[in-house]
């Protein structure tokens, strides 16, 4: 055991306000909240199984309705274009590390899967797009619906 008690009671509290408003007013925000490290391309999965590949894409906040998804010429695009909703006067972002508002990703996919067989739902954040194996061959544009 310490022969050094603490007592609350002897401690300088103005001294102590003063030393901590000095940190406060010499931190930047920067070094208090992090420095941004903006990510504008969701994230994507893509697991090939026997019968399809599946695409997930991690883009949380959006609707399914924020999604454009087509195929053309053996490449599937995925974008969104939603408009950012605008901030109250008195708010600040203090760490933005996410936005997936506006962007835009495409694959080159094999002609061994069939584009008229995609399919595409949103849910939890994720974009699930599915594209099955073919028969046949693939010819034109195609847009796909978003679930």
């Not at 899967?113 to 954040?125: H, P, S, V, W």
Given at each position: ?147
């Amino acid at each position: 055991m310490s022969k050094y008690k603490f007592n609350p009671f002897t401690l300088n509290f103005d001294d102590l306000g003063k030393t901590v408003d000095d940190f406060l007013s010499n931190v930047k925000v920067d070094d208090f909240f992090g420095s941004d490290c903006l990510r504008s391309l969701p994230a994507i999965n893509a697991i090939e199984h026997p019968d399809k590949i599946v695409l997930s894409v991690a883009a949380p906040g959006l609707k399914k309705e924020d999604f454009d998804l087509h195929i053309e010429n053996d490449l599937l695009t995925i974008s969104s274009d939603r408009k950012k909703e605008a901030l109250p006067d008195d708010v600040k972002i203090r760490r933005r590390e996410y936005d997936y508002s506006k962007f835009k990703r495409t694959f080159k996919l094999s002609q061994k899967y069939d584009y008229t067989k995609i399919k595409a739902k949103y849910e939890n954040g994720l974009l699930i797009v599915t594209v099955a194996k073919k028969d046949g061959q693939n010819e034109g544009k195609i847009k796909v619906e978003v679930n």
